[in-house]
């Protein structure tokens, strides 16, 4: 007979705030005294919601502009990766890495892991749950740092404002941007890990 491999099939609850084991039969945890869930309810759906939010608003946060330059007198738009492209032309090969790393790679990324973990869960099907469940730690660990191009944008407009002679101004793809950041931190935060053991027991016990 095989041992139980998740603490809801052993009959233990864990406290998402505290990470105290209880017993399956109470409500609140005996140490923080949160209110306790063996899974998430709703976790799965609300995740794809948030994931397909979050992959539409990364369409206008990389085709409009995320800041307006005005140089002696000329403004122009400047959009992420034309924004890339421009401090590599400039030289500035390790800044332009930089950005199109937290700026485009991280994020295209990390909504890929989400939609896989959401399908893995969906078609009850895992390899390596602990493989699956190292990428759901990456996703929360890589998340937060998304944001430094708008923290660079920030930085831009509070700091370079000389007239016409040079000045940043946000463009909508700052909003847009921030807007992905945020919605993909939310849906990874509402995504369960626990329901991959739970695919991972189901697959062992067929």
């Given amino acids: 007979m095989m041992m139980p491999r998740t603490a809801r099939s052993a009959g233990k609850v864990g406290c998402s705030v505290c990470h105290k084991v209880n017993p399956g039969s109470v409500a609140q945890c005996s140490q923080c005294g949160s209110h306790l869930y063996s899974r998430i309810p709703h976790s799965l759906q609300r995740t794809y919601a948030l994931t397909l939010v979050a992959i539409v608003l990364y369409i206008p946060a990389n085709l409009l502009p995320i800041t307006y330059t005005v140089y002696l007198g000329a403004s122009g738009p400047s959009t992420i990766f034309g924004g890339v492209v ?16 937290a700026s485009v790679f991280v994020p295209v990324a990390k909504l890929a892991i989400l939609l896989y973990l959401c399908e893995v869960v969906r078609r009850q099907r895992i390899g390596n749950p602990h493989k699956v469940a190292f990428l759901y730690r990456l996703t929360e660990f890589i998340g937060r740092w998304s944001m430094i191009d708008v923290f660079v944008v920030a930085i831009l407009v509070a700091l370079v404002r000389l007239g016409n002679i040079i000045s940043f101004y946000p463009g909508p793809a700052a909003l847009s941007f921030a807007g992905v950041v945020i919605v993909t931190m939310v849906a990874a935060a509402q995504f369960d890990p626990r329901l991959l053991w739970d695919v991972s027991e189901k697959s062992n016990y067929e």
């Fill in 86 to 101: 421009t401090l590599w032309q400039m030289g500035s090969v390790g800044i332009a890495l930089v950005i199109f790393v």
